[in-house]
């Protein structure tokens, strides 16, 4: 019941039917306003990652008990506006009016009172029954801001509760809000907009036959005035009149302003906000005179030099952080796995035995190699982000992702594929445009991630040298940035500058990244846990049935006429697609031995290790990209990547064989 | 003097003031090709008609008169570049010279459509800033929807993008150039017209400005800031 996965939109609509009288709360909001930590206080620390039917938008879901009621919590993804120009928006858009939530839980900063009420009024234009929670209200007040709460709540309609979520004050009261809201149902206030546009709504909604769209008919008339493609497309299949009569008042409108209709709207919006703001909120302490803490650390993060000293300290320290942990935690957990049963591949005996020995070797990989590096790496990388500094990273790399058509957002893709390449795919979507995020996934694949860099450090660094290993990196890095450059030029589509608002530095909130952390690795956990289960299995009965022999001979005229590596590395390849630093654990079964030097050369060991790096994403990744952008252009990067890592092979076979 | 001579001293004044603050007499012989006796004679003569302050030995700067006179021959210049290298695929070192020697017989309506068919570009070819025009408009769908005609009146204003202020320099948007989407997406982040903007820094190398707007700060691609002019209050160069 709690936690359930939310695979079925379904499951949201008719909740009321079949007995269940449980109510659904949406908590919505602008990034960075505190939202995950409402989130947390409201529901405790039980929550699931589920997934939007037909779109892949993480978000997380939970259950308020207050008070015997039993409420589900939605955590909407942090957007600015709800103009449906990202897939995020379009999903919260969606959610609101189609699901019906309860109760829309609005959540804005205090100290950023006008840009947030921009979203608020947004919101209360698709008249779902509403609750304003002003939050960080300490922080506002240490800007000397204060807010008379009774007043805005008068000035919207609804009840508005003044919070500070990371402490957990007004919680109590949020909830008390909730439980109430749910029956009372209360419907904010329709803040009227200047005259003119006035006159065109109403003149819209005359003509506008009753039940156009799904949407509030008010709704449904501005977004004709602004023009919004969904909305005309819709109206235009009842009446076609209607848009056309829209088109003629956004003319109107453009007439008297000198600007489109949609910018005219989201003006007023803000004219609005300003006088609202006006209204409730007081600033006492010539605060901007001081320069704040925030400043301060931007003086040093942004600095034009030391800047980029701090960066490549972090980057750096996240990657030798993780590795220097993981392989801590790893050598624990083996010492203690092992105590419990052998980890000795099994290739004789019965069907039982291989079976089993196959599914706990699988078992053991899995939680050996992959968790002790992902938990450390999500950990850090986490706090990075809540402190604000992955922010100020992205705007100090902006100008360097230009020459690969990115911008400084997809840093944050980048950073997340050296832990797992599948949440990295999916972070993709921060990323505005539909070509830079393709493009940003695409680079992504082509991250060493955790596994990749298992691979390279178990192979290269420790029976080559470490140099090698740091060759083999320095080669992808810049593998990246040409790949890049070129599949910038080529891709149709076009690229977006990147707006992106700078939070204040905080310091981190740490069950908020405990539980984040915890999120992230756990998605991750039921994503490798079967493949290495069902794959160890695999390989083991393969091997004991003999079917190894006759993939190995197909694979011989690429692993060994191209490459030059042993025969028995084809099955190897295979089994690394379902996880590649399984191709350790095969490499170590098939051939009795743990020391790989007493079976390939340095030459070998090293293109073995690079094929492994680039050639196709793990399944699970292939799997990722088909759901963000289709079966077509997830198989061209597997094709195009199997391909450019077989040719890199060969030439770095025979060009090593000469040096080496 | 002839217009066409006075509009390239003008123009030159410009940049060596923007290099250097004050454009010496060597300077502008250097950057014209000229002997600086002709350079003396020709300042006092931009100085009668109002259009330089010149203090013999020291050097010239632009009055207001002279510096919008400039500015909007350099706009000029610098739409014909694009026109001249993106439409009619002139080779690019010709592209300078063309420009400059046509920059001086080009009508206001001219230019105006010009900057239409071009989609009212932001930077010419070499990659410097092209001004807005000096049309008391809002925003530039009113003139590439043709909606109605470009309106007359010049602005009372001078303007200058949020990435010309230097780091603290406060200013109120007054023009966001562009087609409706890039505006829609400034507006939408509460970068209206009319709205107190300030930039806190520059990233080096043309990398995104911050800017504080409504109480929280935002960085913006310097492409896009490129975009969103605004009037400052005056402040003497020095």
Same mark, same amino acid.
């Given at each position: 019941?709690?936690?359930?996965?939310?695979?079925?939109?379904?499951?949201?609509?008719?909740?009321?039917?079949?007995?269940?009288?449980?109510?659904?709360?949406?908590?919505?909001?602008?990034?960075?306003?505190?939202?995950?930590?409402?989130?947390?206080?409201?529901?405790?620390?039980?929550?699931?990652?589920?997934?939007?039917?037909?779109?892949?938008?993480?978000?997380?879901?939970?259950?308020?008990?207050?008070?015997?009621?039993?409420?589900?919590?939605?955590?909407?993804?942090?957007?600015?506006?709800?103009?449906?120009?990202?897939?995020?928006?379009?999903?919260?858009?969606?959610?609101?009016?189609?699901?019906?939530?309860?109760?829309?839980?609005?959540?804005?900063?205090?100290?950023?009172?006008?840009?947030?009420?921009?979203?608020?009024?947004?919101?209360?234009?698709?008249?779902?029954?509403?609750?304003?929670?002003?939050?960080?209200?300490?922080?506002?007040?240490?800007?000397?801001?204060?807010?008379?709460?009774?007043?805005?709540?008068?000035?919207?309609?609804?009840?508005?509760?003044?919070?500070?979520?990371?402490?957990?004050?007004?919680?109590?009261?949020?909830?008390?809000?909730?439980?109430?809201?749910?029956?009372?149902?209360?419907?904010?206030?329709?803040?009227?907009?200047?005259?003119?546009?006035?006159?065109?709504?109403?003149?819209?909604?005359?003509?506008?036959?009753?039940?156009?769209?799904?949407?509030?008919?008010?709704?449904?008339?501005?977004?004709?005035?602004?023009?919004?493609?969904?909305?005309?497309?819709?109206?235009?299949?009842?009446?076609?009149?209607?848009?056309?009569?829209?088109?003629?008042?956004?003319?109107?409108?453009?007439?008297?302003?000198?600007?489109?209709?949609?910018?005219?709207?989201?003006?007023?919006?803000?004219?609005?906000?300003?006088?609202?703001?006006?209204?409730?909120?007081?600033?006492?302490?010539?605060?901007?005179?001081?320069?704040?803490?925030?400043?301060?650390?931007?003086?040093?993060?942004?600095?034009?030099?030391?800047?980029?000293?701090?960066?490549?300290?972090?980057?750096?320290?996240?990657?030798?952080?993780?590795?220097?942990?993981?392989?801590?935690?790893?050598?624990?957990?083996?010492?203690?796995?092992?105590?419990?049963?052998?980890?000795?591949?099994?290739?004789?005996?019965?069907?039982?035995?291989?079976?089993?020995?196959?599914?706990?070797?699988?078992?053991?990989?899995?939680?050996?190699?992959?968790?002790?590096?992902?938990?450390? $790496?999500?950990?850090?990388?986490?706090?990075?982000?809540?402190?604000?500094?992955?922010?100020?990273?992205?705007?100090?790399?902006?100008?360097?992702?230009?020459?690969?058509?990115?911008?400084?957002?997809?840093?944050?893709?980048?950073?997340?594929?050296?832990?797992?390449?599948?949440?990295?795919?999916?972070?993709?979507?921060?990323?505005?445009?539909?070509?830079?995020?393709?493009?940003?996934? $695409?680079?992504?694949?082509?991250?060493?991630?955790?596994?990749?860099?298992?691979?390279?450090?178990?192979?290269?660094?420790?029976?080559?040298?470490?140099?090698?290993?740091?060759?083999?990196?320095?080669?992808?890095?810049?593998?990246?940035?040409?790949?890049?450059?070129?599949?910038?030029?080529?891709?149709?589509?076009?690229?977006?500058?990147?707006?992106?608002?700078?939070?204040?530095?905080?310091?981190?909130?740490?069950?908020?990244?405990?539980?984040?952390?915890?999120?992230?690795?756990?998605?991750?956990?039921?994503?490798?846990?079967?493949?290495?289960?069902?794959?160890?299995?695999?390989?083991?009965?393969?091997?004991?049935?003999?079917?190894?022999?006759?993939?190995?001979?197909?694979?011989?005229?690429?692993?060994?006429?191209?490459?030059?590596?042993?025969?028995?590395?084809?099955?190897?390849?295979?089994?690394?697609?379902?996880?590649?630093?399984?191709?350790?654990?095969?490499?170590?079964?098939? $051939?009795?031995?743990?020391?790989?030097?007493?079976?390939?050369?340095?030459?070998?060991?090293?293109?073995?290790?690079?094929?492994?790096?680039?050639?196709?994403?793990?399944?699970?990744?292939?799997?990722?990209?088909?759901?963000? $952008?289709?079966?077509?252009?997830?198989?061209?990067?597997?094709?195009?990547?199997?391909?450019?890592?077989?040719?890199?092979?060969?030439?770095?076979?025979?060009?090593?064989?000469?040096?080496? | 003097?002839?217009?066409?001579?006075?509009?390239?001293?003008?123009?030159?004044?410009?940049?060596?003031?923007?290099?250097?603050?004050?454009?010496?007499?060597?300077?502008?012989?250097?950057?014209?090709?000229?002997?600086?006796?002709?350079?003396?004679?020709?300042?006092?003569?931009?100085?009668?008609?109002?259009?330089?302050?010149?203090?013999?030995?020291?050097?010239?700067?632009?009055?207001?008169?002279?510096?919008?006179?400039?500015?909007?021959?350099?706009?000029?210049h610098?739409?014909l570049e694009?026109?001249l290298s993106d439409?009619l695929h002139i080779n690019g070192e010709n592209v300078h010279d063309e420009a400059c020697r046509?920059?001086?017989?080009?009508?206001?309506?001219?230019?105006?459509?010009?900057?239409?068919?071009?989609?009212?570009?932001?930077?010419c070819p070499h990659g410097?800033?092209?001004?807005?025009?000096?049309?008391?408009?809002?925003?530039?769908?009113?003139?590439?929807?043709?909606?109605?005609?470009?309106?007359?009146?010049?602005?009372?204003?001078?303007?200058?993008?949020?990435?010309?202020?230097?780091?603290?320099?406060?200013?109120?948007?007054?023009?966001?150039?562009?087609?409706?989407?890039?505006?829609?997406?400034?507006?939408?982040?509460?970068?209206?017209?009319?709205?107190?903007?300030?930039?806190?820094?520059?990233?080096?190398?043309?990398?995104?400005?911050?800017?504080?707007?409504?109480?929280?700060?935002?960085?913006?691609?310097?492409?896009?800031?490129?975009?969103?002019?605004?009037?400052?209050?005056?402040?003497?160069?020095?």
């Open positions: 019941m709690n936690g359930r996965h939310g695979h079925d939109g379904s499951g949201f609509r008719h909740r009321h039917q079949g007995g269940k009288d449980e109510y659904v709360v949406a908590l919505a909001g602008n990034a960075n306003v505190g939202k995950s930590a409402t989130f947390n206080q409201l529901t405790g620390v039980d929550q699931e990652i589920g997934n939007w039917p037909g779109k892949t938008v993480e978000r997380a879901e939970g259950l308020l008990q207050h008070r015997g009621q039993r409420i589900r919590v939605i955590d909407l993804p942090g957007i600015y506006s709800i103009t449906a120009l990202s897939t995020e928006e379009q999903v919260s858009r969606e959610f609101i009016a189609h699901d019906h939530p309860d109760v829309v839980v609005n959540i804005v900063d205090a100290s950023a009172l006008e840009r947030n009420l921009f979203f608020t009024l947004q919101l209360t234009e698709l008249e779902s029954p509403m609750i304003l929670s002003v939050n960080q209200m300490d922080l506002a007040a240490q800007k000397g801001i204060s807010i008379d709460t009774r007043k805005l709540s008068a000035l919207l309609g609804i009840p508005v509760i003044p919070t500070i979520a990371i402490q957990g004050k007004g919680i109590a009261e949020l909830s008390d809000a909730i439980v109430s809201a749910v029956q009372n149902r209360p419907k904010p206030h329709t803040i009227p907009y200047g005259k003119e546009v006035e006159d065109c709504i109403r003149k819209i909604l005359q003509l506008m036959p009753a039940g156009t769209g799904d949407y509030p008919p008010r709704w449904t008339a501005i977004k004709l005035l602004e023009g919004d493609p969904d909305t005309v497309w819709e109206v235009k299949k009842q009446a076609p009149e209607v848009v056309a009569a829209a088109q003629a008042c956004a003319l109107e409108l453009e007439k008297i302003h000198g600007e489109p209709a949609g910018t005219v709207l989201s003006g007023e919006r803000y004219h609005a906000a300003e006088r609202i703001v006006s209204e409730v909120l007081e600033i006492k302490t010539p605060g901007d005179q001081e320069i704040s803490l925030t400043e301060r650390i931007d003086r040093l993060a942004l600095h034009p030099v030391l800047g980029y000293v701090l960066l490549v300290l972090t980057l750096g320290g996240l990657l030798v952080w993780t590795f220097m942990i993981g392989a801590w935690i790893s050598e624990i957990l083996t010492a203690y796995l092992s105590s419990i049963a052998p980890v000795e591949p099994l290739i004789r005996g019965s069907a039982h035995d291989i079976l089993f020995n196959g599914a706990w070797t699988g078992f053991v990989a899995a939680i050996t190699l992959i968790i002790p590096y992902v938990i450390p $790496f999500y950990l850090f990388l986490t706090l990075i982000e809540n402190s604000g500094f992955l922010t100020r990273f992205s705007l100090m790399l902006d100008r360097g992702m230009h020459i690969m058509g990115l911008h400084g957002k997809a840093i944050i893709p980048l950073v997340l594929g050296f832990g797992c390449t599948v949440p990295a795919c999916l972070s993709c979507r921060i990323i505005e445009s539909p070509k830079q995020k393709f493009l940003a996934a $695409f680079l992504v694949t082509l991250v060493p991630c955790s596994a990749r860099t298992i691979v390279i450090l178990g192979i290269v660094a420790a029976f080559v040298n470490i140099w090698w290993a740091l060759a083999l990196y320095l080669f992808d890095f810049t593998l990246i940035v040409i790949l890049g450059r070129i599949a910038f030029r080529v891709l149709p589509g076009e690229s977006v500058g990147m707006i992106m608002e700078m939070p204040d530095y905080h310091v981190p909130h740490l069950p908020s990244v405990l539980g984040q952390t915890w999120q992230r690795t756990k998605s991750l956990i039921w994503i490798v846990l079967p493949a290495y289960i069902v794959g160890s299995i695999a390989i083991t009965a393969a091997y004991a049935v003999g079917f190894l022999e006759p993939i190995n001979a197909a694979l011989a005229p690429v692993t060994v006429l191209l490459l030059g590596l042993p025969m028995m590395t084809g099955v190897v390849f295979v089994f690394g697609i379902i996880r590649k630093e399984m191709t350790i654990l095969a490499l170590a079964a098939l $051939f009795g031995t743990t020391v790989f030097s007493t079976i390939m050369t340095p030459v070998q060991l090293v293109v073995f290790a690079l094929v492994i790096l680039l050639y196709m994403p793990c399944i699970s990744a292939v799997l990722a990209l088909a759901k963000e $952008f289709g079966w077509r252009r997830a198989l061209s990067v597997t094709v195009f990547e199997t391909a450019l890592a077989i040719a890199t092979g060969a030439v770095a076979f025979r060009a090593l064989s000469l040096v080496m | 003097m002839a217009s066409e001579q006075l509009e390239e001293y003008l123009e030159s004044i410009l940049d060596i003031e923007e290099k250097d603050g004050v454009a010496k007499t060597s300077a502008i012989a250097k950057c014209l090709k000229v002997a600086p006796a002709s350079v003396t004679e020709a300042l006092q003569t931009l100085a009668d008609k109002g259009f330089v302050h010149y203090e013999p030995y020291k050097g010239a700067y632009l009055t207001d008169q002279g510096r919008e006179m400039a500015r909007k021959v350099k706009r000029r610098r739409l694009v026109f439409v046509m920059e001086h017989t080009l009508s206001d309506e001219t230019e105006c459509a010009l900057c239409k068919m071009l989609n009212a570009p932001a930077r410097s800033l092209i001004e807005a025009c000096d049309r008391d408009v809002e925003s530039c769908s009113a003139c590439l929807k043709d909606t109605k005609p470009p309106s007359a009146c010049t602005r009372d204003e001078p303007l200058m993008p949020v990435t010309a202020l230097r780091p603290g320099q406060k200013g109120t948007i007054a023009f966001i150039r562009g087609d409706s989407s890039v505006v829609q997406r400034l507006t939408d982040l509460g970068l209206t017209l009319k709205t107190d903007i300030q930039l806190v820094r520059k990233a080096p190398l043309l990398g995104p400005v911050e800017i504080a707007v409504r109480k929280t700060r935002l960085a913006i691609d310097h492409a896009i800031a490129d975009h969103i002019f605004v009037t400052a209050p005056v402040e003497k160069a020095g």
